[in-house]
Nanobody, 117 residues
Framework: QVQLVESGGGLVQPGGSLRLSCAAS????????MGWYRQAPGKQRELVAT???????NYAESVKGRFTISRDNANNTVYLQMNSLKPEDTAVYYC???????????WGQGTQVTVSS
């Protein structure tokens, strides 16, 4: 089992910034993919960004140039730096951990991000 603890959500004005963190513990495997997904009210959960254990990143088009995903492998932590936030970024943000051997998926409990004036 892998446990994920997220932090860093909150209320921010349009144009502002937030940094999310997700710390993984438990049955950590060196080869994994960590990422952030989000779900707005009435919408399906969608990809925000992912990063492999070797540092390869992938972003949703809607956040490219505004969000940056990074990770600290020594502490099994992934970060999401969110800049130039827009009201449409409002959602519950979920951390995801995919262990590659054997393949298994874990989700965090979610953290609310609200962008509003």
């Amino acid at each position: 089992q892998v446990q994920l603890v997220e932090s860093g959500g909150g209320l921010v004005q349009p144009g502002g910034s937030l940094r999310l963190s997700c710390a993984a513990s438990g049955s950590i495997f060196v080869f994994n993919v960590m990422g952030w997904y989000r779900q707005a009210p009435g919408k399906q959960r969608e990809l925000v960004a992912t990063i492999t254990s070797s540092g390869t990143t992938n972003y949703a088009e809607s956040v490219k140039g505004r969000f940056t995903i990074s990770r600290d492998n020594a502490n099994n932590t992934v970060y999401l730096q969110m800049n130039s936030l827009k009201p449409e970024d409002t959602a519950v943000y979920y951390c995801k951990y995919v262990r590659l051997v054997p393949i298994s998926t874990y989700w965090g409990q979610g953290t609310q991000v609200t962008v509003s004036s």
